[in-house]
């Protein structure tokens, strides 16, 4: 059996943790990418350092 785990954060150091990031703006979903794709270093790259 698997487990998952939900993590809300700003921080860059937090974030690099998952395999999948989920980007809101305004309380909508705006963006997904999956560890390994081009769009995720650029969203971890947006949040905040820390």
């Known amino acids: 059996m698997g487990a998952s785990l939900l993590i809300c954060t700003h921080l860059r150091r937090e974030a690099a ?3 999948r990031l989920l980007l809101l703006e ?4 705006v963006g997904e990418h999956r560890r ?3 769009g995720f270093a650029a969203a971890l790259a947006a949040l905040r350092p820390g």
């Open 17 to 19: 943790l998952a395999d």
């Open 26 to 29: 305004e309380g909508r979903l």
């Open 36 to 38: 390994g794709e081009a």
